[in-house]
């Protein structure tokens, strides 16, 4: 979903198919909710789930351009973002 194939209201946006599309993996960021509370309960991911998405995917694209998350204020501390940001700054 996040990387291979994403369906329904968000079709054809996971990270491979818009790579395949023409657009320069170094463009691709990925955006998600923060919380559960910020999102539906289908498409919501943790911090960990996003990290470890990161970095089983990245041997076979090399999608490493970064993470972002809405809403800003569910994340006063930065902590969601480190910890979902952490594999990639691994790769980096």
């Given at each position: 979903?996040?990387?291979n194939v994403s369906g329904g209201w968000a079709s054809g946006t996971s990270v491979n198919e818009i790579i395949?599309?023409?657009?320069?993996?170094?463009?691709?960021?990925?955006?998600?909710?923060?919380?559960?509370?910020?999102?539906?309960t289908v498409s919501f991911m943790t911090a960990q789930q996003i990290n470890k998405a990161i970095l089983d995917n990245y041997p076979f694209n090399k999608w490493k351009t970064g993470v972002m998350f809405w809403q800003m204020f569910s994340d006063p501390n930065g902590t969601i973002i480190k910890e979902a940001a952490a594999g990639l700054m691994k790769i980096y």
């Open positions: 979903m996040l990387f395949a599309k023409g657009i320069p993996a170094n463009k691709i960021v990925i955006g998600k909710a923060a919380t559960l509370q910020d999102a539906d």
